[in-house]
């Protein structure tokens, strides 16, 4: 059951941290000035009563009411922002059993008043579970998956170039899903949408009110990282399996069930894990990166799609915030991307993939250079000569146009003093030339800004450490990454406030 009036309110959260200060020695006050003060600041910022009304419908309207649930979101926090600096490292039951009790600053900064209103463990696991929509059958210590679920570790398929061979996406797999979204489908199983709606209400709404999420000229990044994980992809034999018959056909237990083998093309190996998908924005005057969605899926999953899922969850769950221009490697290039930003009225910056091919329509002799731009038989760049409705875009001979004085091909490429002409369609120019030239300046500006994804990809994975964190299974990896993602909000804004101050 849940109380609203059982939720600690930011206000009586100030006003309790302030009475316990005040009868704290005096060098316990210095010491929560000095070296807590970074994390003081941060969890005085942090607005937690829209996410208390938020997650009342999580909880049944009889039985016992849930107590300390504001305290144990800001513990959760505070253990993110401090790991690797206690006694508790990593470990979240080493900081709820043996240094939350010792240090009374630590128990004042979450909102408790003395050791005996500290929530036990089992209600922050309770808290942890509490919220992942999807099924828990599989995640149970008695539940048995066939041996060869996850097959053995691929071998590595490199083409001539020494790269990877990796499978392209199925472009109608890719062209239905676009088409879903366009229709109003949700492409969501709802497994994650709690987490995405608390991150939402903690963090990126805040964020966006105060300024750090630009309101115009928006430009969001799409990316995804590889996350490993600590687990055998093989499992183990269960220890006294309620059916005999079951070891005998091969049934194991997998510590983590939702794990695959996936490629990590910044690695260059293979891995057994999952994949983050983060959408992220940069604040180019704090010079900060901050993720404004956090989506887990699995590790065989191309990025063309697991884009396609995170942009549908994020008109889900953006509460009204739109990107005018969004940048996306060449694994999203694929037309029904483009289309679909285009019918949201998005700048796609999107790098080339060679490898989908080139556009139709085109002669034999045309090539395209890396920004998808007509290259005449000679090698020369075709001179761009507008556009009609009809045909598409128009491009020009450079030696008719006077961009070049000479060309070893002028006689027999075209007896026209006009010059060589070669339209593309319209339908391949989203593709090859999107409304943002990718050879202009203003493409290269902001384009820089794609490594928005990798730089909050470090922070998740190194600085706040979820590589390293013994967790296993969807809903554990979802949760930590939505509380490490409001800690990073966090960061921002405090040092927004200290730049001002």
Not at 148 to 157: F, R, T
Not at 185 to 198: E, H, K, M
Not at 388 to 406: M, Q, S, V, W, Y
Request: aromatic letters at 12%; one cysteine or more.
């Amino acid at each position: 059951m849940f109380n609203p009036d059982s939720w600690q309110s930011h206000t009586e959260y100030h006003i309790n941290f302030k009475n316990l200060k005040a009868r704290f020695p005096s060098q316990l006050r210095v010491f929560l000035w000095d070296h807590y003060s970074k994390e003081r600041e941060k969890l005085m910022s942090l607005n937690l009563d829209s996410v208390g009304e938020y997650l009342s419908q999580y909880y049944s309207n009889t039985g016992r009411p849930a107590k300390n649930q504001a305290q144990i979101l800001r513990s959760f926090l505070l253990f993110a922002m401090l790991f690797n600096r206690t006694d508790a490292k990593l470990s979240l039951t080493s900081w709820v059993e043996e240094v939350l009790p010792k240090d009374p600053v630590l128990f004042a900064l979450i909102g408790c008043v003395s050791v005996d209103s500290l929530p036990p463990l089992g209600s922050y696991f309770d808290f942890m579970d509490r919220f992942w929509g999807g099924s828990r059958e599989h995640y149970t210590r008695s539940s048995l998956l066939p041996k060869g679920k996850n097959g053995k570790k691929p071998k590595k398929d490199l083409g001539a170039d020494g790269k990877l061979v990796e499978p392209e996406p199925d472009k109608y797999a890719t062209k239905d899903l676009a088409e879903s979204i366009l229709n109003g489908i949700s492409l969501s199983n709802g497994y994650q949408d709690a987490f995405q709606d608390i991150f939402y209400l903690a963090a990126v709404l805040p964020s966006f009110k105060n300024g750090l999420i630009p309101k115009e000229n928006l430009t969001v990044s799409g990316d995804g990282t590889a996350v490993p994980v600590h687990a055998n992809p093989f499992g183990r034999k269960p220890k006294h399996p309620k059916n005999p018959e079951e070891s005998i056909r091969g049934m194991r237990h997998f510590s983590d069930p939702d794990a695959q083998w996936g490629w990590d093309s910044h690695e260059k190996n293979w891995y057994y894990g999952r994949t983050l998908y983060m959408l992220c924005c940069r604040n180019s005057d704090l010079k900060t990166e901050l993720p404004i969605l956090m989506n887990f899926t699995g590790a065989k999953r191309h990025d063309s799609i697991n884009f396609l899922y995170a942009i549908d969850a994020f008109g889900s769950h953006g509460f009204g915030i739109a990107p005018t221009n969004l940048c996306l490697d060449s694994a999203h290039d694929n037309l029904p991307t483009y289309r679909l930003l285009e019918r949201w009225d998005i700048n796609a910056l999107i790098d080339l993939n060679k490898r989908r091919g080139t556009m139709e329509g085109i002669p034999e002799d045309i090539s395209l250079d890396k920004d998808g731009h007509p290259l005449c038989q000679a090698g020369f760049r075709m001179c761009s000569w507008g556009c009609d409705k009809n045909k598409g875009h128009k491009f020009r001979c450079p030696l008719a146009c006077g961009r070049i004085t000479e060309c070893p091909y002028a006689a027999e490429c075209s007896t026209s003093s006009y010059g060589r002409t070669v339209y593309i369609q319209n339908d391949s120019d989203l593709r090859f030339h999107p409304r943002i030239p990718r050879d202009s300046e203003q493409y290269q500006s902001i384009y820089k800004e794609r490594t928005a994804c990798e730089r909050v990809n470090n922070r998740v994975l190194n600085d706040y450490h979820l590589q390293d964190l013994k967790i296993h299974r969807d809903d554990h990896y979802a949760f930590w990454t939505m509380v490490i993602g409001i800690c990073i909000h966090l960061d921002a804004w405090y040092k927004k406030q200290n730049m001002a101050g």
